[in-house]
T-cell receptor
Protein backbone atom coordinates (compact mmCIF):
# COMPACT_ATOMS: atom_id res chain seq x y z
CA UNK A 1 0.00 0.00 0.00
CA UNK A 2 1.38 3.42 -1.00
CA UNK A 3 2.31 5.71 1.85
CA UNK A 4 3.37 9.29 2.43
CA UNK A 5 7.07 9.40 3.31
CA UNK A 6 8.61 11.96 5.63
CA UNK A 7 12.12 12.55 6.86
CA UNK A 8 13.68 12.93 9.27
CA UNK A 9 11.41 11.25 11.82
CA UNK A 10 12.98 13.16 14.70
CA UNK A 11 14.94 16.39 14.82
CA UNK A 12 16.54 18.15 17.77
CA UNK A 13 17.89 21.62 17.18
CA UNK A 14 18.85 24.70 19.09
CA UNK A 15 16.85 27.90 18.81
CA UNK A 16 17.95 30.25 16.03
CA UNK A 17 19.14 27.31 13.91
CA UNK A 18 17.59 26.37 10.57
CA UNK A 19 15.70 23.10 10.09
CA UNK A 20 14.16 21.46 7.06
CA UNK A 21 11.64 18.67 6.66
CA UNK A 22 11.00 16.60 3.55
CA UNK A 23 7.82 14.96 2.31
CA UNK A 24 7.18 12.58 -0.58
CA UNK A 25 3.43 12.20 -1.19
CA UNK A 26 1.65 9.19 -2.59
CA UNK A 27 2.36 8.92 -6.30
CA UNK A 28 -0.22 10.74 -8.38
CA UNK A 29 -1.56 12.86 -5.52
CA UNK A 30 -1.77 16.43 -6.77
CA UNK A 31 -2.61 18.03 -3.42
CA UNK A 32 -0.05 18.18 -0.61
CA UNK A 33 -0.57 19.57 2.87
CA UNK A 34 1.77 20.49 5.72
CA UNK A 35 0.25 20.45 9.20
CA UNK A 36 1.66 21.30 12.62
CA UNK A 37 0.42 19.28 15.59
CA UNK A 38 1.23 20.58 19.05
CA UNK A 39 1.19 17.91 21.75
CA UNK A 40 -2.36 17.30 22.93
CA UNK A 41 -3.99 19.19 20.07
CA UNK A 42 -5.31 18.44 16.62
CA UNK A 43 -3.30 19.15 13.48
CA UNK A 44 -3.44 22.68 12.10
CA UNK A 45 -2.87 23.40 8.43
CA UNK A 46 0.23 25.41 7.63
CA UNK A 47 0.24 25.25 3.82
CA UNK A 48 -1.60 23.51 1.00
CA UNK A 49 -0.19 22.89 -2.47
CA UNK A 50 -2.07 22.02 -5.65
CA UNK A 51 0.68 20.62 -7.86
CA UNK A 52 3.46 23.20 -7.50
CA UNK A 53 1.21 26.12 -6.58
CA UNK A 54 0.37 27.31 -3.08
CA UNK A 55 -3.40 27.22 -2.53
CA UNK A 56 -3.52 28.23 1.14
CA UNK A 57 -0.69 29.50 3.32
CA UNK A 58 -2.76 31.79 5.51
CA UNK A 59 -1.58 30.11 8.73
CA UNK A 60 2.09 29.85 7.74
CA UNK A 61 4.32 32.20 9.80
CA UNK A 62 6.02 33.59 6.74
CA UNK A 63 8.68 35.52 8.64
CA UNK A 64 10.36 32.24 9.54
CA UNK A 65 8.62 29.41 7.68
CA UNK A 66 8.86 28.61 3.99
CA UNK A 67 7.57 25.74 1.89
CA UNK A 68 8.17 24.68 -1.66
CA UNK A 69 7.08 21.97 -4.06
CA UNK A 70 9.15 22.85 -7.07
CA UNK A 71 8.25 20.00 -9.45
CA UNK A 72 4.82 19.34 -8.01
CA UNK A 73 5.93 16.08 -6.40
CA UNK A 74 7.94 16.14 -3.16
CA UNK A 75 8.02 19.10 -0.83
CA UNK A 76 10.27 20.78 1.72
CA UNK A 77 9.21 22.79 4.76
CA UNK A 78 11.87 25.03 6.28
CA UNK A 79 12.05 26.97 9.53
CA UNK A 80 14.69 29.67 9.94
CA UNK A 81 15.36 30.61 12.67
CA UNK A 82 13.72 27.98 14.87
CA UNK A 83 12.10 29.16 18.11
CA UNK A 84 11.24 27.22 21.26
CA UNK A 85 7.53 27.44 20.41
CA UNK A 86 8.12 25.57 17.14
CA UNK A 87 8.53 22.28 19.03
CA UNK A 88 5.76 20.09 17.60
CA UNK A 89 4.99 17.25 15.20
CA UNK A 90 5.06 18.33 11.56
CA UNK A 91 2.76 16.21 9.45
CA UNK A 92 2.58 15.94 5.70
CA UNK A 93 -0.54 14.67 3.96
CA UNK A 94 -1.59 14.18 0.36
CA UNK A 95 -4.80 13.62 -1.56
CA UNK A 96 -5.96 13.04 -5.07
CA UNK A 97 -7.32 16.02 -6.96
CA UNK A 98 -10.89 16.81 -5.87
CA UNK A 99 -10.96 13.90 -3.42
CA UNK A 100 -11.40 14.69 0.27
CA UNK A 101 -9.52 11.76 1.77
CA UNK A 102 -6.15 12.92 3.06
CA UNK A 103 -3.41 10.38 3.73
CA UNK A 104 -0.94 11.37 6.42
CA UNK A 105 2.71 10.51 6.76
CA UNK A 106 4.31 9.45 10.06
CA UNK A 107 5.41 13.01 10.83
CA UNK A 108 8.63 14.69 11.94
CA UNK A 109 8.87 15.39 15.65
CA UNK A 110 10.82 18.60 16.21
CA UNK A 111 12.32 19.60 19.54
CA UNK A 112 13.84 23.07 19.79
CA UNK A 113 16.17 23.58 22.76
CA UNK B 1 -11.14 30.56 16.64
CA UNK B 2 -11.90 26.92 17.36
CA UNK B 3 -14.53 25.87 14.88
CA UNK B 4 -14.77 22.20 15.91
CA UNK B 5 -15.22 21.36 19.59
CA UNK B 6 -14.55 17.80 20.69
CA UNK B 7 -15.35 15.99 23.93
CA UNK B 8 -14.39 14.27 26.09
CA UNK B 9 -10.67 14.93 26.24
CA UNK B 10 -10.05 11.40 27.50
CA UNK B 11 -12.21 8.30 27.80
CA UNK B 12 -11.78 4.92 29.48
CA UNK B 13 -14.06 2.09 28.38
CA UNK B 14 -14.14 -1.56 29.30
CA UNK B 15 -13.48 -4.14 26.63
CA UNK B 16 -16.71 -4.97 24.83
CA UNK B 17 -18.33 -1.67 25.76
CA UNK B 18 -19.42 1.24 23.56
CA UNK B 19 -17.10 4.24 23.16
CA UNK B 20 -18.79 7.54 22.27
CA UNK B 21 -16.96 10.71 21.23
CA UNK B 22 -18.79 13.92 20.42
CA UNK B 23 -18.04 16.91 18.22
CA UNK B 24 -19.82 20.18 17.53
CA UNK B 25 -19.15 22.64 14.76
CA UNK B 26 -20.05 26.24 14.07
CA UNK B 27 -19.50 26.78 10.36
CA UNK B 28 -22.58 25.77 8.37
CA UNK B 29 -20.47 25.72 5.20
CA UNK B 30 -18.78 22.50 6.35
CA UNK B 31 -19.89 19.59 4.15
CA UNK B 32 -17.53 16.73 4.96
CA UNK B 33 -16.92 15.30 8.43
CA UNK B 34 -14.18 12.66 8.85
CA UNK B 35 -12.89 10.92 11.92
CA UNK B 36 -9.19 10.12 12.19
CA UNK B 37 -7.45 7.60 14.43
CA UNK B 38 -3.90 8.28 15.59
CA UNK B 39 -1.57 5.88 17.38
CA UNK B 40 1.47 7.19 19.28
CA UNK B 41 4.29 8.15 16.93
CA UNK B 42 2.11 7.76 13.85
CA UNK B 43 0.24 10.12 11.59
CA UNK B 44 -3.57 10.25 11.69
CA UNK B 45 -5.39 7.66 9.57
CA UNK B 46 -8.89 8.12 8.18
CA UNK B 47 -11.38 5.92 10.01
CA UNK B 48 -14.77 6.88 8.64
CA UNK B 49 -16.40 9.98 7.17
CA UNK B 50 -19.90 11.36 6.58
CA UNK B 51 -21.62 14.08 4.60
CA UNK B 52 -24.51 16.11 6.04
CA UNK B 53 -27.11 14.60 3.70
CA UNK B 54 -27.24 11.42 5.80
CA UNK B 55 -27.84 11.03 9.53
CA UNK B 56 -25.81 7.89 10.11
CA UNK B 57 -23.01 5.90 8.52
CA UNK B 58 -21.75 2.55 9.72
CA UNK B 59 -18.57 0.71 8.84
CA UNK B 60 -18.00 -2.44 10.84
CA UNK B 61 -17.87 -1.53 14.53
CA UNK B 62 -17.63 2.21 13.80
CA UNK B 63 -20.69 4.44 13.36
CA UNK B 64 -20.99 8.18 12.80
CA UNK B 65 -24.23 9.82 13.91
CA UNK B 66 -24.88 13.25 12.40
CA UNK B 67 -27.37 15.89 13.57
CA UNK B 68 -27.39 18.74 11.06
CA UNK B 69 -29.84 20.96 12.93
CA UNK B 70 -27.81 20.74 16.13
CA UNK B 71 -24.51 20.97 14.23
CA UNK B 72 -23.20 17.95 16.08
CA UNK B 73 -21.75 14.59 15.11
CA UNK B 74 -20.44 11.68 17.09
CA UNK B 75 -18.37 8.53 16.72
CA UNK B 76 -19.60 5.30 18.27
CA UNK B 77 -17.26 2.33 18.61
CA UNK B 78 -19.18 -0.84 19.34
CA UNK B 79 -17.62 -3.84 21.10
CA UNK B 80 -14.53 -1.73 21.92
CA UNK B 81 -11.25 -3.66 21.86
CA UNK B 82 -7.83 -2.92 23.40
CA UNK B 83 -6.50 -2.37 19.88
CA UNK B 84 -8.88 0.59 19.59
CA UNK B 85 -6.86 2.44 22.24
CA UNK B 86 -5.66 5.54 20.38
CA UNK B 87 -6.37 9.24 20.01
CA UNK B 88 -9.40 10.08 17.88
CA UNK B 89 -9.87 13.38 16.06
CA UNK B 90 -13.01 14.66 14.45
CA UNK B 91 -12.59 17.11 11.60
CA UNK B 92 -14.64 19.18 9.20
CA UNK B 93 -14.05 20.53 5.72
CA UNK B 94 -15.80 23.15 3.71
CA UNK B 95 -16.80 22.93 0.07
CA UNK B 96 -14.91 24.22 -2.94
CA UNK B 97 -12.86 27.26 -2.01
CA UNK B 98 -12.70 26.37 1.68
CA UNK B 99 -11.24 22.90 1.54
CA UNK B 100 -8.88 22.74 4.48
CA UNK B 101 -9.57 20.26 7.26
CA UNK B 102 -10.30 21.81 10.66
CA UNK B 103 -9.58 19.32 13.43
CA UNK B 104 -10.98 18.95 16.92
CA UNK B 105 -8.66 18.77 19.90
CA UNK B 106 -8.69 14.98 20.14
CA UNK B 107 -9.92 12.29 22.52
CA UNK B 108 -7.52 9.83 24.07
CA UNK B 109 -9.39 6.50 24.26
CA UNK B 110 -8.20 3.70 26.51
CA UNK B 111 -9.88 0.30 26.40
CA UNK B 112 -9.27 -1.72 29.57
CA UNK B 113 -9.66 -5.52 29.84
Amino acid sequence: EAEVAQSPRYKITEKSQAVAFWCDPISGHATLYWYRQILGQGPELLVQFQDESVVDDSQLPKDRFSAERLKGVDSTLKIQPAELGDSAMYLCASSQDRVETQYFGPGTRLLVL
Amino acid sequence: QQQVKQSPQSLIVQKGGISIINCAYENTAFDYFPWYQQFPGKGPALLIAIRPDVSEKKEGRFTISFNKSAKQFSLHIMDSQPGDSATYFCAAKGNFGNEKLTFGTGTRLTIIP
